[in-house]
Antibody
Framework: EVQLVETGGGLIQPGGSLRLSCAASGFTVSSNYMSWVRQAPGKGLEWVSVIYSGGYTYYADSVKGRFTISRDNSKNTLYLQMNSLRAEDTAVYYC??????????????WGQGTLVTVSS | SSELTQDPAVSVALGQTVRITCQGDSLRSYYASWYQQKPGQAPVLVIYGKNNRPSGIPDRFSGSSSGNTGSLTITGAQAEDEADYYCNSRDSSGNHRVFGGGTKLTVL
C-alpha cells in the first residue's frame, strides 16, 4: 500500500525552527516528485515546496529563504526544515507524492498532516 | 506565479448535477487536478489530467477543460459529496504549483 506519514509538528515560538518528516512506504521517494502543502486553520490549501526526482527544489515565495525541502534516500523519507517561523506559518502541513506529465500534475497520495503552531 | 480562482460556495439538490469551475492563465497550458476534502481529513484526489479518475472514485465525478477554465462536474450529487473542492495546476513557469481558493459544496 502506498502511504505517507508525517511527524514533527508542534508548538514553536516565533523565530524558532522545526523539522517535519514524511515517511513513505510502498514507493521510493527519490524516484518521485514530492511536495509539501499546508493549510492554515479555516483556510484553503497552499503549496509550499517541491523536490524533483533529480534533486531540484522550488519554493513558494512565502517561505523561500526560510524553508528547506530535502530527502533521505536510505530512510525513504522527505523533510521540511522550517526556520525563522512566523505566526502566519501556523498550519497543518501535508506531504504528498506528485505525479506529472507534460500537460498536468497531480498529488496522490497525501499524508494525514501534522499541525505546526507558531505562537508565544 | 499565477492564481487559480474558484467560487467560494456552490449548492446542489440531492441527485442533481453541479459544476465547479477553476479559472486561471496556467490552465491554458496545463490541465487542473481536483481534490475533495472533508472536515478534519486530508485532501483526496478525484480528477486529474483531461478527465481521469483514480481507482475508487465514483464515475459521477468528471472533469473538463476549455480555454483558461477547468471544471469538475458531479452528475447525480450524493449527500457524501458535500465537501470542499480544490483545483491545482502548475503555474506558468512550470516549476511552482498553485491551488485555487476552494469551493464549499453543499448538497441540499
Amino acid at each position: 500500500e502506498v502511504q505517507l506519514v508525517e511527524t514533527g509538528g508542534g508548538l514553536i515560538q516565533p523565530g524558532g525552527s522545526l523539522r517535519l518528516s514524511c515517511a513513505a512506504s510502498g514507493f521510493t521517494v527519490s524516484s518521485n516528485y514530492m511536495s509539501w502543502v499546508r493549510q492554515a486553520p479555516g483556510k484553503g490549501l497552499e503549496w509550499v515546496s517541491v523536490i524533483y526526482s533529480g534533486g531540484y527544489t522550488y519554493y513558494a515565495d512565502s517561505v523561500k529563504g526560510r524553508f528547506t525541502i530535502s530527502r533521505d534516500n536510505s530512510k525513504n523519507t522527505l523533510y521540511l526544515q522550517m526556520n525563522s517561523l512566523r505566526a502566519e506559518d501556523t498550519a497543518v502541513y501535508y506531504c504528498a507524492r506528485e505525479l506529472t506529465t507534460v500537460t498536468h500534475n497531480w498529488f496522490d497520495p497525501w499524508g494525514q498532516g501534522t499541525l505546526v503552531t507558531v505562537s508565544s | 506565479s499565477s492564481e487559480l480562482t474558484q467560487d467560494p460556495a456552490v449548492s446542489v439538490a440531492l441527485g442533481q448535477t453541479v459544476r465547479i469551475t477553476c479559472q486561471g492563465d496556467s490552465l491554458r497550458s496545463y490541465y487542473a487536478s481536483w481534490y475533495q476534502q472533508k472536515p478534519g481529513q486530508a485532501p483526496v484526489l478525484v480528477i486529474y489530467g483531461k478527465n481521469n479518475r483514480p481507482s475508487g472514485i465514483p464515475d459521477r465525478f468528471s472533469g473538463s477543460s476549455s480555454g483558461n477554465t477547468g471544471s469538475l462536474t458531479i452528475t447525480g450529487a450524493q449527500a457524501e459529496d458535500e465537501a470542499d473542492y480544490y483545483c491545482n495546476s502548475r503555474d506558468s513557469s512550470g516549476n511552482h504549483r498553485v491551488f485555487g481558493g476552494g469551493t464549499k459544496l453543499t448538497v441540499l
